[in-house]
């Protein structure tokens, strides 16, 4: 089973930036081949795709509303994924998880995994 630790959130006001972090870690899981991506929720609604990043970093996925301000990194050699977040709104208000993740269909794949404790990100306007 994968283990996913979500890090790097906080209270940010409007226009601010913030740097997720997740690292992956498992004694069989290959996430040098694995897709990536982040997601978030907020309190009543289901949680929605943010981005995703193919296993060797060339590809890259968006929700609509974060590109140009969002990207999505990783680094292999650390097991670990990142979300750089800039010009940020209130409505990117939610807590973010990142899992492994279908870079096409945009959506998470959790046959060897499941969602971590998320990173809470609050941004004032």
């Known amino acids: 089973q994968v283990q996913l630790v979500e890090s790097g959130g906080g209270l940010v006001q409007a226009g601010g930036s913030l740097r997720l972090s997740c690292a992956a870690s498992?004694?069989?899981?290959?996430?040098?081949?694995?897709?990536m991506g982040w997601f978030r929720q907020v309190p009543g609604k289901e949680r929605e795709f943010v981005a995703a990043?193919?296993?060797?970093?060339?590809?890259?996925n968006y929700e609509d509303s974060v590109k140009g301000r969002f990207t999505i990194s990783r680094d292999n050699a650390k097991n670990t994924v990142y979300l750089q977040m800039n010009s940020l709104k209130p409505e990117d208000t939610a807590v973010y998880y990142c899992?492994?993740?279908?870079?096409?269909?945009?959506?998470?794949?959790?046959?060897?995994?499941?969602w971590g404790r998320g990173t809470q990100v609050t941004v004032s306007s």
């Open positions: 990043i193919s296993w060797r970093g060339r590809n890259t």
């Open positions: 899992a492994p993740a279908n870079l096409l269909v945009r959506v998470p794949e959790l046959t060897f995994a499941s």
């Open positions: 498992g004694r069989t899981f290959a996430f040098d081949s694995t897709a």
